[in-house]
């Protein structure tokens, strides 16, 4: 049969010959172990110039935004407010009746048995704390690079819910890249604009340790009598809760007696954050995965990588609320007991060992803090 002109493999002429010295081959190999980007500089990203966004702002109804820096006034008035009518409730005597029947604390079953905390948990509560920092500092870097958030299967102008950078412009080549912004070094990890995948680095990996912890957390938990701490066991933890709220509130604080149990309010606000908001980051994480959602589409036709980021992100707005709660009500209510109990596990209010013990912990955040991001712009 006729190959249509077309030459057999014999009669092709044979190969030139190669130009390529050995010593061409050694220069060629030489440019390669050249380490271009060893340090981020002035080029790292294309050279991208430092852009920054605006004030967060959510999306009320179909085009009003609302500046939430306006919540910090509004917060101070209203919280004025409601300790000034808790106060007015106090002195009423059904009220009165209501927090001398629930005083605040609901004491589980075997709760007296298992009082105190092993020293698990003080190490637990630290690693949990450190590995946190770069977590949440590399998850605001991501955020940063596309600073809005939908509640809608795709990324459209004008239908995002949630931002901290200006409208879309109408330009029809706008780009994330051009959407993104600048973080100061001590906020982002890093703050640098467009640094995504270094701040994917750090979030993915210790994300893993993370997981780590928390699985080890979940064990030690719940072969241990400690989950009696975190998970209520009684309905009467809600009046009880409520109760606890109105006696804050007023500044007539109640009488806890955390060796044994904590009140209700505190095991309502551990119960969502171990057993509800650290599970939804992890589920919510996976969601965000392209792999994921191409693989598993009866799924992300829901449950969408939009969906999944909105809901990482408020996830991120829990976890920054209950930390500065925490922390504020750990140092008002009796410091020297609190740092006792979780790093000494001795129901000790004078002792200062457990303050010395929280002084180092914190002094080594606080270095991780202040080193993490230098760190990364030397080796990126």
């Known amino acids: 049969m006729a190959n249509s002109g077309r030459p057999t493999p014999d009669e092709l002429p044979p190969p030139a010959a190669s130009t390529i010295t050995p010593k061409a081959l050694a220069g060629f190999r030489h440019e390669l172990d050249q380490r271009k980007y060893d340090a981020v500089d002035g080029s790292w990203a294309g050279s991208v110039p430092a852009q920054y966004g605006v004030a967060p702002r959510v999306r009320i109804g179909r085009s009003k935004w609302f500046n939430l820096l306006w919540l910090l006034p509004i917060g101070f008035v209203l919280l004025i407010v409601f300790i000034a009518v808790a106060k007015g409730l106090r002195d009423i005597p059904t009220v009165a009746q209501f927090t001398e029947t629930y005083p605040g604390t609901v004491v589980p079953n075997g709760a007296e048995e298992n009082a105190g905390f092993p020293t698990w948990v003080g190490w637990q509560h630290f690693f949990n704390m450190l590995l946190m920092i770069p977590i949440i500092r590399s998850g605001v870097t991501i ?3 596309h600073p809005r958030f939908y509640w809608t299967r795709h990324s459209t102008p004008g239908k995002d819910w949630f931002r901290v950078q200006k409208p879309v412009p109408t330009d029809p080549l706008w780009t994330a890249k051009q959407d993104s912004i ?3 070094d001590s906020i982002g990890l890093p703050g640098r604009r467009h640094s995504i995948g270094l701040a994917r680095w750090w979030h993915l990996g210790v994300n893993t340790l993370w ?3 928390g699985i080890i957390f979940y064990i030690l938990v719940f072969t241990t009598g400690h989950w009696l701490r975190l998970i209520p066991t009684s309905w009467d933890v809600f009046p009880n809760a409520i109760s606890v709220m109105i006696q804050y509130l007023s500044l007539d604080w109640p009488t806890d007696n955390a060796w044994v149990a904590y009140n209700s309010l505190q095991v309502l606000a551990y119960f969502v954050t171990v057993f509800i908001a650290a599970p939804l980051a992890f589920i919510t994480g996976l969601g965000m995965s392209p792999a994921l959602s191409t693989k598993f589409r009866w799924i992300s ?15 991120l707005i829990w976890f920054l609320l209950f930390i500065v709660m925490h922390v504020t009500l750990v140092v008002a209510t009796d410091a020297l007991h609190n740092f006792n109990m979780m790093y000494t596990n001795t129901n000790d209010d004078h002792s200062w060992n457990g303050f010395w013990i929280f002084a180092v912990s914190l002094a080594v955040m606080i270095v991780l803090w202040v080193a993490v991001t230098p760190f990364t712009y030397r080796h990126p």
């Open 301 to 315: 036709r829901i449950f969408s990588i939009q969906v999944a980021r909105s809901l990482h992100f408020l996830v």
């Open 211 to 213: 997981l780590l912890n």
């Open 182 to 184: 600048t973080l100061p």
């Open 143 to 145: 955020i940063a690079d």
